[in-house]
């Protein structure tokens, strides 16, 4: 929105620029507005002989306003710029605005991890044997888990750094065992989960922090199985601990999203 902002006012700079200097311009831009007042006065006559009153006067509104800046182009030129200048300063005074739905609220600072941010690299925990993820419980919640990649080399090394730190706080104080469903997603992928439906995502190629190597999918082992469903109070204890440690990590959980996604974390102003 911004840079749009910027270009429409680059344009009318321009265009204001073009208007005051050049007398040529003036009488190209008098030229063009001639041509428009005489098709409105062709539509002006035509409207009069089918007798539609309410055309009669709109047009003869427009018709007049056009003979005026035809006259004064240079006035009208100084006009247009009076009106676009006021709503473009203010949308480039304006603050970064944030959607309602990932508003991210202040968060006490957790020692812990902020120790663990600042100290060594955390290791990738071992992957899970594929069959984790193909379980009958599993494809029914996430039945495109099984063509997932889950390669942590692939994630942006800051955020893979963060989210291995919420791993760990999960386990050393939570007792809750995770494990990375998705992390790394090509474009066509994307499309395909796109293709889906809404209840899986709204996103396509690009416009989802996965194809950056910068957004998680995560799940709970429990006694080896694998754990999402929403319906089951040990995994949703688990989820509203997971987006506490994702936030005091400098993540952006999904939970708090208006289209609620759990198990999802991201780390937003970066690129690769």
Same mark, same amino acid.
């Given at each position: 929105?911004?840079?749009?902002?910027?270009?429409?006012?680059?344009?009318?700079?321009?265009?204001?620029?073009?208007?005051?200097?050049?007398?040529?311009?003036?009488?190209?831009?008098?030229?063009?507005?001639?041509?428009?007042?005489?098709?409105?006065?062709?539509?002006?006559?035509?409207?009069?002989?089918?007798?539609?009153?309410?055309?009669?006067?709109?047009?003869?509104?427009?018709?007049?306003?056009?003979?005026?800046?035809?006259?004064?182009?240079?006035?009208?030129?100084?006009?247009?710029?009076?009106?676009?200048?006021?709503?473009?300063?203010?949308?480039?005074?304006?603050?970064?605005?944030?959607?309602?739905?990932?508003?991210?609220?202040?968060?006490?600072?957790?020692?812990?991890?902020?120790?663990?941010?600042?100290?060594?690299?955390?290791?990738?925990?071992?992957?899970?044997?594929?069959?984790?993820? $193909?379980?009958?419980?599993?494809?029914?919640?996430?039945?495109?888990?099984?063509?997932?990649?889950?390669?942590?080399?692939?994630?942006?090394?800051?955020?893979?750094?963060?989210?291995?730190?919420?791993?760990?706080?999960?386990?050393?104080?939570?007792?809750?065992?995770?494990?990375?469903?998705?992390? &790394?997603?090509?474009? $066509?992928?994307?499309?395909?989960?796109?293709?889906?439906?809404?209840?899986?995502?709204?996103?396509?190629?690009?416009?989802?922090?996965?194809?950056?190597?910068?957004?998680?999918?995560?799940?709970?082992?429990?006694?080896?199985?694998?754990?999402?469903?929403?319906?089951?109070?040990?995994?949703?204890?688990? &989820?509203?601990? &997971?987006?506490?440690?994702?936030?005091?990590?400098?993540?952006?959980?999904?939970?708090?999203?208006?289209?609620?996604?759990?198990?999802?974390?991201?780390?937003?102003?970066?690129?690769?």
């Amino acid at each position: 929105m911004i840079l749009f902002s910027l270009l429409l006012l680059f344009v009318a700079t321009c265009v204001g620029g073009w208007l005051a200097l050049f007398p040529d311009g003036r009488d190209a831009l008098g030229d063009s507005l001639a041509r428009c007042a005489r098709h409105l006065r062709q539509r002006l006559q035509h409207a009069r002989r089918q007798g539609n009153g309410r055309a009669v006067v709109a047009l003869a509104a427009v018709h007049a306003t056009a003979t005026r800046a035809r006259a004064h182009p240079l006035l009208a030129g100084a006009v247009l710029l009076l009106v676009l200048l006021p709503p473009l300063g203010s949308l480039l005074l304006a603050g970064r605005q944030v959607l309602p739905q990932v508003a991210e609220r202040n968060r006490a600072v957790n020692e812990q991890v902020a120790g663990l941010l600042r100290g060594e690299r955390l290791v990738a925990p071992p992957a899970p044997p594929p069959a984790v993820f $193909t379980t009958a419980e599993v494809t029914l919640v996430r039945p495109q888990l099984a063509g997932a990649n889950r390669n942590w080399d692939l994630l942006d090394q800051e955020f893979a750094h963060r989210l291995l730190t919420v791993f760990h706080v999960m386990r050393e104080q939570h007792g809750y065992e995770m494990v990375l469903l998705e992390g &790394y997603r090509s474009p $066509t992928r994307q499309n395909e989960l796109a293709d889906a439906g809404g209840h899986v995502t709204n996103a396509r190629a690009f416009q989802s922090y996965h194809q950056f190597g910068l957004a998680g999918d995560c799940a709970f082992l429990r006694d080896g199985k694998l754990v999402i469903s929403e319906r089951d109070a040990w995994a949703m204890r688990g &989820y509203q601990l &997971y987006g506490e440690a994702a936030e005091a990590a400098g993540l952006t959980w999904g939970g708090r999203w208006k289209m609620m996604d759990f198990g999802h974390t991201e780390l937003r102003g970066r690129r690769r």
